[in-house]
């Protein structure tokens, strides 16, 4: 995770893909929960959020070509770098519109994410499983629960906790006003501590990324 020779804008990258991974427990979040999104305070319209999601699917095919090349059918041909620039400044546009209600933090992101992660295993699951293609009322809660953790990254607290782990990543790297913000910010959220499972997931996401490259 602190590994130098790593981009900063790969780990922010990689610490979004590895959220899911840290969170093994599907189901801790109800479908009744995240219907109720658009309605706690999410004034969030369901085609919006399919939208959203839509988008950050397919930012999410050019991540992994990018990043993975060999694995997903890389690397990015020029109308891709165009098409993803694009719908990147689309969706943060999209976005910054939503509002994250004051209640919502931490726990509830995990627990949202939580569920969209067993939402993108049955959709992986073979048909006959139950899995294959999302439809009806989970095609509904998966772009409720997109939108909603958008609108948490976006939020005040979700960038807040982004750049801490952004300092933490550069470790012995950090200047002296660097070291300090991320002081304020480790007290103004004490319970992510660096040893968490998310940074866990992180450090391993890297170096398998890093051993790659090699």
Do not use: W
């Given at each position: ?6 981009p ?88 910054a ?28 699951s ?46 012995r ?30 450090a ?11």
């Amino acid at each position: 995770m602190r590994d130098p020779q790593v981009p900063t804008d790969l780990r922010i990258r990689v610490a979004r893909a590895a959220a899911p991974l840290v969170h093994g427990k599907p189901g801790i979040a109800s479908r009744e929960v995240c219907k109720a999104g658009a309605i706690d305070g999410f004034a969030i319209d369901i085609e919006e959020a399919k939208s959203l999601r839509d988008i950050e699917q397919r930012l999410s095919v050019f991540l992994r070509k990018r990043y993975g090349p060999s694995e997903n059918g890389g690397p990015l041909t020029d109308a891709e770098i165009v098409e993803e620039s694009e719908l990147d400044a689309m969706f943060h546009k999209r976005v910054a519109a939503l509002e994250c209600p004051p209640g919502y933090g931490e726990g509830d992101a995990r627990k949202d994410s939580d569920r969209l992660h067993q939402l993108n295993c049955k959709r992986l699951s073979p048909p006959s499983c139950g899995g294959g293609d999302l439809k009806n009322a989970d095609d509904e809660e998966e772009a409720l629960l997109t939108a909603r953790l958008a609108a948490y990254r976006h939020s005040p607290e979700g960038r807040d906790r982004a750049r801490m782990l952004e300092l933490m990543f550069k470790g012995r790297r950090l200047a002296v006003d660097e070291q300090n913000e991320l002081e304020r910010l480790k007290a103004k959220y004490p319970e992510t501590p660096k040893d968490s499972p998310l940074a866990k997931a992180i450090a391993l996401r890297l170096a398998e990324l890093h051993q790659r490259s090699k």
